[in-house]
């Protein structure tokens, strides 16, 4: 068997990775920052009924999104149903739906871009939000918890990004990837035990920097995002009381994160401003990491 290779861009004016046309130049400034951070295309999020898939949603539709598809499991969608119909209801100008997906099934992932390239035209982006969390001592972990752990938050964010460029490749036009990894894939966390949750981030990591070299020549770009603690549904009840004092102490701005402030760098992984990063890990975790 030989050595597969992989294959750059040359960055030549005719290739995937040409510079962005300098047109911006002959517009006033009002429109140059307007088009700086405009979405260009039609945007897929996985995880898209939760916080911060669906936040995300909203300010790549608020920042030009043409449409928007949300892919979750079939219980998330049913109980976000009135919140999915309110952004579908905000934007009328625009396509918005979801689609029930299991981002460990292969198939059913393949039919859910069909779907979207059908309805919408194209896919463009996709960020990559869904996962699970589990909190056990390594010496108590299950096999069968550890590998589903590991087969949700890396395979599946593998198999949607996968399934994602593929499409792209077809429609030779330029598209992003972004994959929601964790601070948790650089540093052990405190006081949880989650040994499988921070192997499955740590993998998602290297594995951006792997698509992103081999994908680029293709005009894709692929770039991760490393949240610490965010303030949303899963970090909430009273059984976690003690160990959101805990994670507070230790975050040098006091607080966890909001749903919203990881709006701001997905916006620009989407868009112009974002057109020469690739490969790169944005942390978001308020500091958190610098001990």
């Known amino acids: 068997m030989s050595l597969p290779f992989m294959k750059l861009s040359d960055g030549s004016p005719t290739s995937m990775t040409a510079q962005p046309e300098a047109n911006l130049l ?27 898939g669906f936040s995300t949603a909203r300010a790549l539709l608020e920042h030009g999104a043409s449409g928007c598809c949300l892919w979750d499991l079939e219980d998330s969608i049913r109980a976000s149903q ?32 069909s779907t979207v390239v059908k309805t919408l035209g194209s896919l463009n982006h996709i960020f990559c939000f869904a996962g699970i969390v589990g909190c056990y001592h390594a010496i108590d972990q299950s096999e069968t918890g550890f590998r589903k752990i590991i087969d949700v938050n890396t395979t599946g964010a593998f198999l949607c990004a996968q399934a994602a460029a593929r499409q792209m490749m077809v429609q030779k036009k330029q598209g992003s990837v972004t994959i929601v990894a ?23 990591i290297a594995l951006k920097s792997s698509l992103a070299a ?28 003690e160990a959101r004092k805990i994670w507070k102490r230790r ?17 620009l992984l989407a868009s112009r401003a974002g057109s020469y990063i ?4 944005f942390i978001i975790d308020g500091g958190l990491s610098v001990f």
């Not at 964790?182 to 998602?204: I, M």
């Not at 690739?278 to 890990?281: F, I, L």
């Open 26 to 52: 002959s517009q006033s400034s009002a429109d140059r920052a307007q088009k700086r951070f405009s979405v260009e295309g039609n945007v897929v999020v996985t995880g898209g009924a939760g916080n911060l």
């Open 182 to 204: 964790s601070v948790s894939g650089h540093r052990v966390n405190f006081p949880q035990p989650q040994a499988a949750y921070n192997a499955s981030k740590a993998a998602v």
């Open 82 to 113: 009135a919140q999915i119909l309110k952004l579908a209801t905000d934007f009328p100008e625009r396509r918005i739906f979801s689609i029930a997906v299991d981002v460990t099934d292969n198939l059913g992932i393949a039919e859910a871009v």
């Open 214 to 241: 081999e994908w680029a020549g293709c005009g894709i770009r692929v770039n991760s995002i490393s949240p610490g603690y965010m303030d949303t549904a899963l970090n909430e009840g009273e059984e976690l009381a």
């Open 278 to 281: 690739n490969g790169a890990d």
């Open 251 to 267: 975050i040098p701005m006091g607080r966890m994160g909001a749903v919203g402030e990881l709006d701001g760098v997905c916006v």
